[in-house]
């Protein structure tokens, strides 16, 4: 059990690393002056090579969640509510992933209205979804 709570740790923080990158790509894309298309181009291949790379690791990352869960029990039930809860911020973080690509097929398009500034924000929610998954899991509050 503790190999695969490792292994789920690491592609954990693998997934978010692509997450929290990702839109840190669209604050550049959101700031690149329209002339610029040679840096516009150079922007979107890393966005989308990060993109794939970010939903690969995605599938084992919740594949060894749920071994622990489903598999080991761990969780599982009623009187379980920190790992309801944190299913909950799961389902956010695989919404937050999705809009991702939503908002890399606007740059993609030249569909983009956001600013740099929305960016930056748009790129501090994942940091408060794992810092709220990690304390469900390792303090279990309830
Ligand atoms: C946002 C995505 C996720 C994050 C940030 C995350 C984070 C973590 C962390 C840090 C641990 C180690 C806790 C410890 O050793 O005390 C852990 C364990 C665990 N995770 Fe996840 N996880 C995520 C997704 C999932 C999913 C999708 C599931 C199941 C469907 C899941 C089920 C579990 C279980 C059952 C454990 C073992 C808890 C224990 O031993 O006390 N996780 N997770």
């Known amino acids: 059990m503790l190999w695969i709570k490792s292994l789920h740790i690491v592609f ?7 997450l929290f990158y990702l839109p840190r790509i669209f604050v550049n894309l ?6 610029s298309v040679a840096e516009r181009e150079r ?7 990060l993109l794939r790379f970010t939903t690969v690791i995605a599938v084992p990352a919740l594949a060894l969640g749920v071994w ?9 039930g009623p009187g379980n509510g920190w790992m309801h809860a944190k299913l909950a911020v799961v389902l956010l973080v695989l919404g937050y ?3 991702c690509g939503v908002v890399l097929r606007k ?8 600013s740099h500034v929305w960016y930056r924000w748009f790129n501090e929610a994942p940091v408060l979804m794992l810092l709220v998954a990690v304390i469900l ?3 279990k509050p309830f």
């Open 12 to 18: 954990v923080a693998s997934w978010f690393a692509g």
């Open 30 to 35: 959101a700031m690149v002056p329209q002339e």
């Open 43 to 49: 922007l979107l291949l890393m966005a989308r090579k």
């Open 68 to 76: 622990l869960w489903a598999g080991y029990g761990i969780g599982w």
């Open 97 to 99: 992933h999705h809009s």
């Open 107 to 114: 740059f993609v398009a030249h569909r983009n209205t956001r």
């Open 137 to 139: 899991v390792v303090v």
